[in-house]
Nanobody, 116 residues
Framework: QVQLVESGGGLVQAGGSLRLSCAAS????????MRWYRQAPGKERELVAGISSADGSTNYADSVKGRFTISRDNNKNTVYLQMNSLKPEDTAVYYC?????????WGQGTQVTVSS
């Protein structure tokens, strides 16, 4: 059974940093790309960052490039999102996601609130 459990969210002042973690189980973690999404109040869920399984290549939304870094530890079955220089507009619930055998799975999300 695929499970994704996010952690690391919280309240931070603008300009601060947080590191989110997503612990995965129920599938061969090293074989799958992983992604982080976020959803702000009243807005659609949007892709923030992704990391491949093969070579660890990454991609980012324009809004977070240069501030956020996605990484993975295949020994710990965990994907991370390091968030620096946070802005109030980064406030959202952050989710990790994986597609396994054609089905997409979400974690429960972790709240990030950035105060101005």
């Amino acid at each position: 059974q695929v499970q994704l459990v996010e952690s690391g969210g919280g309240l931070v002042q603008a300009g601060g940093s947080l590191r989110l973690s997503c612990a995965a189980s129920g599938f061969t973690f090293s074989s799958y790309a992983m992604r982080w999404y976020r959803q702000a109040p009243g807005k659609e869920r949007e892709l923030v960052a992704g990391i491949s399984s093969a070579d660890g290549s990454t991609n980012y939304a324009d809004s977070v490039k240069g501030r956020f870094t996605i990484s993975r530890d295949n020994n710990k079955n965990t994907v991370y999102l390091q968030m620096n220089s946070l802005k109030p507009e980064d406030t959202a619930v952050y989710y990790c996601r994986v597609h396994v055998k054609g089905y997409g799975y979400w974690g429960q999300g972790t709240q990030v609130t950035v105060s101005s």
